[in-house]
């Protein structure tokens, strides 16, 4: 928290919640991040980013980012009875894409702590109906989560243009 303004944001829960940029790929929103990020005079807890944030996110976006990497993971919700036996089957075969030689899966803190994520898409169920994987990193750490977001995004390539839509030319 403190790396992006909260101002003009209406949030459930103000001391966790923060505005981030949503996009197509790790990329493209790793490139709007540059351009929002930084101190704000209208959020004083932006004051906490002075100095913490690099001028280059792009620089983080590396296909080997899961190299060595130790992966936390939270499996409160797909233990769940009532979880939706496809999307714990995404999740589990999610894991299985991060393990060794990658990292270390282990436990982890829940999402909507106020930390940074991340969310790639993890696969399709069979109604083809998009799921995601949110990635959480410490405060300021987001080097490491752009790392593992665009190594996991590029190894799996589970991202799909939608089919309902015309592509429109640049």
């Known amino acids: 928290m ?3 303004s909260r101002d003009g944001i209406i949030p459930l829960y103000l001391r966790n919640d923060i505005g981030g940029p949503m996009a197509r790929t790790v990329e493209d929103a790793v490139k709007i991040l540059e351009v929002i990020a930084g101190f704000d005079p209208s959020d004083p807890i932006t004051e906490k980013s002075k100095d913490l944030s690099p001028f280059n996110y792009t620089s983080f976006l590396k296909k080997d980012g899961l190299k060595g990497a ?3 993971v939270f499996q ?3 233990e769940k009875p009532t979880a939706n036996p496809q999307i714990k089957e995404l999740f589990e075969k999610a894991i299985d ?10 436990q982890l803190i829940p999402p909507h702590t106020g930390f940074q ?3 790639v898409p993890m696969d ?3 109604d083809n109906l998009p799921t995601g994987l949110q990635i959480v990193g410490k405060l300021f750490e987001e080097r490491v989560i752009i790392q593992i977001a665009y190594a996991y995004e590029q190894a799996t390539k589970h991202r799909q243009p939608p089919t309902r839509f015309v592509v429109t030319k640049r």
């Open 117 to 119: 994520a991340i969310t």
């Open 76 to 78: 409160y919700y797909t």
């Open 97 to 106: 894409d991060n393990k060794s030689p990658a990292g270390d899966n282990s």
């Open 124 to 126: 399709f169920t069979s």
């Open 2 to 4: 403190g790396l992006t």
């Open 70 to 72: 130790r992966i936390g």
